[in-house]
């Protein structure tokens, strides 16, 4: 049998079910991995295994007397840690919330733990959300698990490092401007957004109210949509349509975006065509569609990011500005000195630039578009950070609240993973994981791992 932690959660799940796993030995085997890798990939701040322990044998003894509650029930679940996990810290990677510990679960670790998962940890992130990598901090930053020399995306840095390197099958993050699909796209796997408002945020430390959203970081789309099932507190069967396949949509690629507006390194432009054509191959019909530029949505993205986050923020940054990483207090600083006209001329173009995307989706079903527009690059590189970072086509649909997903789209000459990104209508997740899926079927990538020994 393949080794558990080698697992995708549907593939575990389904033997836990049937009997043929443990949630014990599951767990096992992933903290074995954590104890292997971790000190090369620094995924986890802090690590709650017997916790997990005694939460995995209650599952067992549950399964076995009355079978699962959900897929998740006794799965091993990582946490960001600007989530709340009851009776743990939620640090939110600073020396600024240390000594916080959560009195409760946030709402969708409730949810989770309703469905029956355990977790075994709380993981890095870029500070609250919005810094780098940084090395001024009380915990290193998360390293990519395909080159540990690399940036693995962020702020859900050690959700997409722990998933990647095969320690968990599937984590939460959160998504202000593309925060889940990141690391995705850098660490080759499945970063889920979903609609605005689908999965619940109180509970979760806010970087912009009106972006931020709460997402999945897993190996493949099926295990996507397992989780969205208990995160969006079963609203629907997302897993309800993954085998339908792609024949007859309609895909609009936005090849502007990574063509004119921001233009990617070439093997990032050559995987968004190689995929198109795959799509097509599919049977998809795949036609350009133009939307506004990506600057439009990055200006709007970013002068609401200002003054919300400043708004979250103002107390510390004016009485203990020293205590932020100084990547951190860089990009929080202006929110402080943004003019109340800037946030509604900025509102104002958000509700046009909603309604162009809306206006797309009267001629196609998917958008088709970048993610990255460049694979990983050095995380000790400051400047090729600070230069990366803003190249991306994620931010268009945190302003806009759609539900978008990333996936893996190939690998570099120098074995980075390549990304892309599909964008359906507010509330068709489950047209979004089918075309996502659909893809990953026909993709020669998912099964592709990280070169790490173990």
Known sequence: MTAPHQM???????LIAAGKLSPVELLADCAARIAALEPRINAFIRQTLPEAEAAAREAEAEIRRNGPRSALHGIPIGIKDIIDLAGHPTTCHSRLRLDHVASEDAAVVGLLRQGGAVFPGKLATHEFAIGGPAFDLPFPPARNPWNTAHHPGGSSSGSGAAVAARMLPAALGTDTGGSVRHPASHCGIVGLKAT????????VFPLAFSLDHVGPLTRTVRDAALMLNVMSGGREDYTRDLGLGLKGLRIGFVRHFHETDMPADPEMAAALEEGARLLAAEGAIVTDVTLPRLSEFAAVNRTVLYAESSAVHEEWLTTRPDEYANVTRRRLLPGLFLPAVDYMHAARRRTQLIAAINAAFDEVDVLLTASSMDPACKIDDTEAVERTYPRQAR??????????ITLMSGLSARGLPLSLQFVTPAFTEALLLRVAHGFERAAPWKDRAPPLDG
Request: charged share 10%; glycine share 16%; aromatic share 8%.
């Open 196 to 203: 605005y408002g689908l999965v619940p945020r109180e509970g």
């Open 395 to 404: 931010t268009p649909f945190n302003v806009s609240g759609h539900p978008a």
């Open 8 to 14: 995708t959660l549907a593939e575990a799940s389904g």
